[in-house]
């Protein structure tokens, strides 16, 4: 018995075929190059049509992460970064290569949990919670055995949370957990501080201002820079906040932190456990286990399969 | 075929016999007066048993609400109001006065929100929130059709809600949500401001400080004293981002108001949803309806009943 795993992101497809017990067998990798619409659904059913292919049709179901939303009710996909895919109908397309197998679709975020409770840092868990933070922040949430998804599979947007008041007009297009804690914000709050701080002469004005990532803050953080501490204790407090909400309202066993940003800021995690003994529910907050993806870049693709085995163990219902 | 609801709050026993439609065919109240422990226990089981002779035997499901946590796994309930019930083993009670009929023990919020499901202000929805502001906040939270529990029955604790910085040595036994915005948060909020503002000589400088109340402040608010709109606007902002965050997290379709500051906070609902509308994720807050509870002081109840049936229903599974 064999499943497919199939792992859409923003630059490359990763497909692989599955044993029941997660041992790989088959797998490949394809850039999407500037492939974009109906070009990217065509390289998804060529390789679930090669795996197929592979086993002598023993396939017995499919499970597929995107980059971004996946509509349950209509089988459609959202994916901001491939073009033409903001109501994609990709439910259907695997369908016409696949006729008789089940297949499950499933956001990114949903999928890195899932992955995770499989193979990886939260194996095992019932209520455990994969928070992305990269250029922008998400969650993937799974409570009481079963991934959320909420009324329009919108749930888990937690770059949205609201950390600090007064509102200001930069949270508009992201959020102000976003803003003052992703890949992005971090390198946006450095930029500003940079900008109304003429005093400054650190090796952050060395770098050209408009082209400053999180990266060359993570650097200079670790080279002792007072602009670069300011900004990274910043987001310590913001992620210890907005991690403590989520195990407050959770009770979740794990925490996994993924991304670009977790990464360097792993070191940070007993920093951010800090900020979160001050401000979440007290019991929660000293049961949960705060951990790196042990996944990695493979999650999505682990949890794909998983949720498609999932999806035949439990008769046709879509839960992990 | 009748289930029974028994709700146990901090003053009194509320217990009903209910057909499967809804309808209460016999309703009962009595007061907990000085109770504790085992008479608690005794006066929810003879209540149990009055109830199934009334039907010559024929009651299918009991559902009981209890004001505090109950531990599914132990079947034991944590109630802080009634003394000995720290970890209270209420199942196996119940269980031997009505051998073989099942049996579900909830969380009061949880109930609260599956009542609002079956007869309330949230009917049919699968994804829903009941917040409940009195003395303290807390939340019972249905995600795609399921209660959230959390690994250790202590999800939905969101007056931990970390919604400010810095952290203030106040929040410790509340947290910071609660401090700011519970019916005791507002109380103390204004208690602070009178102490600090010796200029104010407003309608609540007339109040014996030591005893001043939440409803004290709504009472002035309404009457255009300014230290209580000061009071109810910072107020309406910690709900607004509260809530904003539970709909970027959960994606609901209704999150129902209830406690006894909503109560006198209803007519703020506008108000409120302005303020979540600034923070939240833009496409869950425009779809979201904010609603009083319907059920009211009766929502435990009918909440406590539809678990039972629910329990029947999918074959000794406890869900909404």
Not at 21 to 25: A, H, L, P, R, Y
Not at 203 to 207: D, E, P
């Given at each position: 018995m064999a499943i497919i795993g199939i792992d859409l992101g923003g630059t490359k497809l990763a497909s692989a075929l599955f044993e029941n017990?997660?041992?790989?067998?088959l797998h490949n990798e394809d850039a999407l190059e500037n492939r974009n619409g109906d070009q990217v659904a065509i390289l998804i059913t060529h390789s679930i049509k090669s795996l197929i292919h592979s086993t002598n049709g023993n396939v017995q179901a499919i499970g597929v992460s995107v980059p971004g939303i996946a509509y349950r009710k209509s089988g459609t996909v959202w994916a901001?970064?491939?073009?033409?895919?903001?109501?994609?109908p990709l439910l259907k397309e695997i369908n016409q290569v696949a006729p008789d197998i089940p297949v499950t679709i499933e956001s990114d975020r949903s999928c890195y949990i899932s992955g995770e409770i499989w193979k990886g840092n939260a194996a095992g868990c019932e209520n455990a919670i994969f928070i992305a933070v990269g250029t922008g922040i998400g969650a993937g949430i799974v409570a009481d055995g079963r991934i959320i998804h909420g009324a329009n599979d919108i749930a888990g947007a937690i770059g949205w949370m609201a950390l600090q008041k007064p509102y200001e007009p930069q949270y508009v297009d992201c959020g102000c957990f976003e803003y003052n804690a992703s890949g992005n914000g971090i390198a946006k709050v450095a930029k500003a501080l940079l900008k109304n701080n003429k005093e400054y002469s650190g090796?952050?004005?060395?770098?050209d201002i408009e082209q400053l990532t999180s990266h060359d803050v993570f650097d200079a953080f670790d080279a002792g820079d007072e602009l670069a501490i300011k900004v990274i204790t910043s987001a310590i407090e913001f992620w210890g906040m907005a991690f403590a909400n989520l195990v407050s309202i959770f009770n979740p066993e794990k925490i996994i932190l993924g991304g670009g940003v977790f990464g360097p800021a792993i070191k940070l995690i007993p920093d951010i456990k800090k900020e979160m003994l001050k401000w979440a529910q007290p019991i929660s907050v000293r049961e949960v286990d705060i951990l790196p993806s042990q996944l990695g870049p493979s999650a999505g693709m682990y949890g794909a399969a998983y949720l498609a085995l999932r999806l035949i163990k439990e008769k046709g219902k879509i839960h992990v």
């Open positions: 017990d997660g041992k790989i067998v901001p970064n491939i073009r033409n895919w903001e109501s994609y090796r952050l004005r060395l770098k």
